[in-house]
């Protein structure tokens, strides 16, 4: 992965930006020689959501569940 000074990525950061998404690799950032962050390329493969279809509705989900507790109600 390559590394880039903060300095630099500063400079160029447009650039750098479409280097990653065009070669799909990341960069890391330093500062003063020690990594401070990391640039990936974004990965569009996971389209399902994973909880689609795990979730089961039971009656009425906008009423309350006790009208007696309720202040505004009364």
Known sequence: METLSVSKFKATCLAVLED??????????????????????????????PLKETITFMGDIVSPVVEDEWETLK
């Open 20 to 49: 990653v998404n065009r070669q799909k690799k990341g960069v890391i950032i330093t500062k003063r020689g020690k990594p401070i962050a990391e640039i990936i390329p974004v990965s569009h493969q996971q389209k399902d959501v």
